[in-house]
């Protein structure tokens, strides 16, 4: 079984950049498709960002399009998340997830079995 850690959060100024990084325990994270989601204090989770197994597709949610990236290193075993021109609503704890079926451009939390434990990023106006 896959475990799955972020890290990467922290505390920035809006209009600043930051970088989440997934990684994985016990497991290669080749296999899997990952997506990243959050959730803020009182907002149902919401999924963001996601790249398939063979990172060649990636789906992203319209509040984030233009200015959120993901990628993947297979090389690293690492999925990336490159977040620019934050705003203080992109608050939220994020959380990585690996999914060992196919996934959508939805985005849909049941599409993926593995979740991290989150790291928070705050952005400050």
């Known amino acids: 079984q896959v475990q799955v850690v972020e890290s990467g959060g922290g505390l920035v100024q809006a209009g600043d950049s930051l970088s989440l990084t997934c990684t994985a325990s016990?497991?290669?994270?080749?296999?899997?498709?990952v997506g990243w989601f959050r959730q803020a204090p009182g907002k149902e989770r919401e999924g963001i960002a996601c790249?398939?197994?063979?990172?060649?597709?990636?789906y992203y949610a319209d509040s984030v399009k233009g200015r959120f990236t993901i990628s993947r290193d297979k090389a690293k075993n690492i999925v990336y998340l490159d977040m620019n021109i934050l705003k203080p609503e992109d608050t939220a704890m994020y959380y990585c997830?690996?999914?060992?079926?196919?996934?959508?451009?939805?985005?849909?939390?049941?599409?993926?079995?593995?979740w991290g434990q989150g790291t928070q990023v705050t952005v400050s106006s």
């Open positions: 997830a690996a999914a060992d079926g196919a996934v959508t451009s939805a985005i849909l939390s049941d599409e993926y079995n593995y």
């Open positions: 016990g497991q290669s994270l080749d296999d899997y498709a």
């Open positions: 790249v398939t197994w063979s990172g060649k597709v990636t």
